[in-house]
């Protein structure tokens, strides 16, 4: 990563600056000297001041100011607004609805603003003559795995069984598209794996609203007394303890990965689209991530073995070569390290955000 004292020239506009992903790359932003614009609609936020409260502590945690305004990307007009206000040269895209289950509850909400948004957010971008994108994907573009490790190879968009995971398939789709209409746009698609863990300070975090969908901030929740036990979903599967396998990253080596992008993104010899897994190359099981939370945390997580959860597959986990090889980047931390942050996050922060 870049971090001298020279400022890199342009703006780096991200959308969904706000979320859990966001906040942590704006902190990695801002300490290599980007000059930074964040907007975020305030939907999956805890607002104070009229800015989300992450950005308010990344101020704390960076020292310097984040610039944000409420924006959301299904409006035209509020984009194109900031455009012309700001020198945009790249823009990183992570604002999303982001729960698998809504998604097949509410479909046509996750239709008009994943994809609907992100489809106006590239007019606007092309408009403007800003041809640089950095797009928040997701290793459900693969759908049910034919090979592990899924490399960036494996086909996309089969076997993608909820409206969510089809969003950021068709996202990639429309950035392939733009990228062979127009020579001259660059887009750089990141498949995470899954995200974990929070900024080493213990200063922001992951902050679900409600019952949390995911596993480790569910574990976490538990540890601090918020819930009774962990349902863990499945324990026949054909894995090393029968529970779920997963690739689960720190979320600062996936926010730096985002650096890695634009690097990338930048140089002159890039030219279209390309693909790049973020993940660790590394499976843990549910039980083996619920052992390593206890040894972080020093507490007992209590759990239950229960039936597999709908549309849930046994294994998944990433081969990040190609990251490796041409972003120069790898992820590592590992899975105490995700832990330890977790908790530390937690426990600092027993309510979050609010
Ligand atoms: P998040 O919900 O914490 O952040 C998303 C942010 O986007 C929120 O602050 C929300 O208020 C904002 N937003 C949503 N719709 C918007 C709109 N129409 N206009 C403006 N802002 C809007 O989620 P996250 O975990 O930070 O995820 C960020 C991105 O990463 C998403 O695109 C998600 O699909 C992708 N992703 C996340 C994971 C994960 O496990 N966290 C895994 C793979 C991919
Ligand atoms: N799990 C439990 N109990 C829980 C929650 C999860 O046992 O309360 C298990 C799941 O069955 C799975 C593993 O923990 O085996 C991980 O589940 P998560 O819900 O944390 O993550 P997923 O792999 O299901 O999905 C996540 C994101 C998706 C994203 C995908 C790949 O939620 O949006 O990673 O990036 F697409």
């Known amino acids: 990563m870049s971090s001298g004292t020279k400022q890199h020239p342009g703006v780096i506009l991200v959308t969904g600056g706000g979320g859990y992903v966001g906040s942590h790359t704006v902190v990695e932003l801002l300490n290599a000297n980007y000059a930074v614009v964040a ?78 948004g992100s489809n106006n957010l590239f007019q606007v971008m092309h408009d403007n003559g800003v041809k640089s994108l950095v797009y928040s994907s997701s290793a459900t573009v693969y759908g049910i795995p034919l090979a592990l490790p899924l490399t960036e190879t494996h086909p996309t968009g089969q076997g993608c069984t909820n409206p969510y995971g089809k969003t950021k398939y068709f996202v990639e789709e429309i950035g392939k598209d733009l990228c062979s209409a127009y020579p001259d746009w660059k ?3 990141l498949r995470y794996f899954n995200p974990v863990g929070a900024h080493p300070s213990g200063i922001i975090g992951e902050d679900p609203s409600g019952i949390p969908n995911n596993l480790m901030p569910y574990i976490s929740q538990v540890a601090i007394g918020r819930r009774d036990f962990l349902r863990v979903f499945g324990s026949d599967y054909d894995t090393k303890d029968g529970t779920g396998v997963r690739d689960y990253i720190h979320i600062t080596d996936l926010a730096i990965g985002h650096l890695k992008a634009l690097e990338k993104i930048s140089s002159p010899s890039f030219k279209g689209f390309q693909a790049f897994n973020l993940g660790t190359g590394r499976g843990y099981s549910v039980l083996e991530v619920l052992k390593a939370f206890e ?54 922060n027993p309510n979050g955000f609010s």
């Open 39 to 116: 907007i975020d609609n305030l939907s999956n936020c805890q607002v104070s001041n009229g800015k989300p409260e992450s950005l308010n502590r990344v101020e704390k945690l960076t020292g310097k100011k984040v610039v944000f305004y409420e924006v959301d990307i299904r409006n035209k007009d509020e984009l194109d607004r900031i455009f012309k206000m700001h020198k945009i040269s790249n823009v990183i895209h992570f604002a999303a609805l982001k729960s698998v289950g809504e998604s097949t509850q509410i479909p046509l909400s996750y239709y008009e603003n994943n994809v609907g």
């Open 187 to 189: 887009v750089v698609s």
């Open 295 to 348: 040894k972080a945390s020093g507490r007992k997580v209590a759990y239950k073995l229960v039936d597999r959860r709908p549309g849930d597959i046994a294994t998944c986990y990433s081969d990040a070569n190609l990251a490796k090889t041409e972003l120069n980047w790898v992820a590592e931390k590992d899975i105490d390290e995700m832990c330890r942050d977790t908790w530390n996050w937690q426990n600092n």
